[in-house]
């Protein structure tokens, strides 16, 4: 079983991640900022908690995508090191193979 990894497409899923993460930050703080006027007050009390429920979840979900790109980045950089290295050590067993006669 061969398994194939292109890093370029780890990067690029990457990338997506920071950009949800950059979508998320800017939901929770749109959500910051909404106002509870015009509603009564018992309203206005349930639109608060469930604004700041929905900031709260926006909040932790740029976080964990933030750090979903962090881990693919890092992917991406030990697929590359580990096919440098074993690029290097395929060269020296290759270079050190003579016939016996």
Same mark, same amino acid.
């Given at each position: 079983?061969?398994?194939?990894?292109?890093?370029?497409?780890?990067?690029?899923?990457?990338?997506? *991640?920071?950009?949800?993460?950059?979508?998320?930050?800017? =939901?929770?703080?749109?959500?910051?900022?909404?106002?509870?006027?015009?509603?009564?007050?018992?309203?206005?009390?349930?639109?608060?908690?469930?604004?700041? +429920? *929905?900031?709260?979840?926006?909040?932790?979900? =740029?976080?964990?995508?933030?750090?979903?790109?962090?881990?693919?980045?890092?992917? +991406?950089?030990?697929?590359?090191?580990?096919? =440098?290295?074993?690029?290097?050590?395929?060269?020296?067993?290759?270079?050190?193979?003579?016939?016996?006669?």
């Amino acid at each position: 079983m061969t398994l194939h990894v292109e890093p370029a497409k780890v990067q690029s899923t990457a990338a997506a *991640w920071d950009t949800e993460n950059l979508h998320l930050t800017a =939901a929770a703080k749109q959500l910051h900022g909404v106002g509870t006027g015009g509603f009564t007050p018992t309203v206005a009390s349930l639109v608060g908690q469930f604004v700041e +429920a *929905w900031e709260a979840i926006a909040t932790r979900s =740029a976080r964990v995508s933030e750090s979903q790109a962090d881990g693919l980045r890092r992917t +991406a950089i030990d697929i590359l090191r580990t096919d =440098a290295t074993t690029d290097i050590n395929a060269s020296l067993v290759l270079s050190s193979i003579k016939e016996l006669r």
